[in-house]
T-cell receptor, first 115, second 113 residues
Framework: DAGVIQSPRHEVTEMGQEVTLRCKPISGHDYLFWYRQTMMRGLELLIYFNNNVPIDDSGMPEDRFSAKMPNASFSTLKIQPSEPRDSAVYFCASSVYRDSNQPQHFGDGTRLSIL | TQLLEQSPQFLSIQEGENLTVYCNSS?????LQWYRQEPGEGPVLLVTVVTGGEVKKLKRLTFQFGDARKDSSLHITAAQPGDTGLYLCAGVRIIQGAQKLVFGQGTRLTINP
């Protein structure tokens, strides 16, 4: 079975440029999460969706960050304009909620470097 | 604000030794999950502990949830090089039906042959 698919795997760009990260969740999963991982702050939740609707974006660092989920099989996380401090590994995860034992399934991440 | 404190952050030991990783919080969680992350990959769930005082075993790994559901530990017996990786604990809160995870900083474990 295909897991969560993220693209690109690596992105290197200059500050000020727009960056778009993409995620395809596992089919049938109704929750989608975006995380950011850095050495300093660990793994942090940025935003999550339920049935394509954003539920909690309190983790989004600032207005330069935006996320969309136009349909059940696709989500994007956009940074515009990008800054060097946005450099991190960004993960997408999906889950189907039945009880608290359910795992979140993570993609392999996008390693973003802003020069 | 780091709600979950994991310790140690780094641990390097010899094959065959035992080790314990701790995950502490001042907050109560619905449950607590342990993940393992390999380089270049996303975290993968190892176990979920739900009940205060619960103990779960996964081969040589023993996971315990504190009685007050605020802390947890991971004990590895006779560690092997294949146990090398980043171990993450995550407190689970159920908010509006969603499983919201709060991660610890992680413990980077290296088992030397």
């Amino acid at each position: 079975d295909a897991g969560v698919i993220q693209s690109p795997r690596h992105e290197v760009t200059e500050m000020g440029q727009e960056v778009t990260l993409r995620c395809k969740p596992i089919s049938g999963h109704d929750y989608l999460f975006w995380y950011r991982q850095t050495m300093m702050r660990g793994l942090e939740l940025l935003i999550y969706f339920n049935n394509n609707v954003p539920i909690d974006d309190s983790g989004m660092p600032e207005d330069r960050f935006s996320a969309k989920m136009p349909n059940a099989s696709f989500s994007t996380l956009k940074i515009q304009p990008s800054e060097p401090r946005d450099s991190a590994v960004y993960f997408c995860a999906s889950s189907v909620y039945r009880d608290s034992n359910q795992p979140q399934h993570f993609g392999d991440g996008t390693r973003l470097s802003i020069l | 604000t780091q709600l979950l404190e994991q310790s140690p952050q780094f641990l390097s030991i010899q094959e065959g030794e035992n080790l314990t990783v701790y995950c502490n919080s001042s907050s109560v969680f619905s449950s607590l999950q342990w993940y393992r992350q390999e380089p270049g990959e996303g975290p993968v769930l190892l176990v979920t502990v739900v009940t205060g005082g619960e103990v779960k075993k996964l081969k040589r790994l023993t996971f315990q949830f504190g009685d007050a559901r605020k802390d947890s530990s991971l004990h590895i017996t006779a560690a092997q090089p294949g146990d090398t990786g980043l171990y993450l604990c995550a407190g689970v809160r159920i908010i509006q039906g969603a499983q919201k995870l709060v991660f610890g900083q992680g413990t980077r474990l290296t088992i030397n042959p």
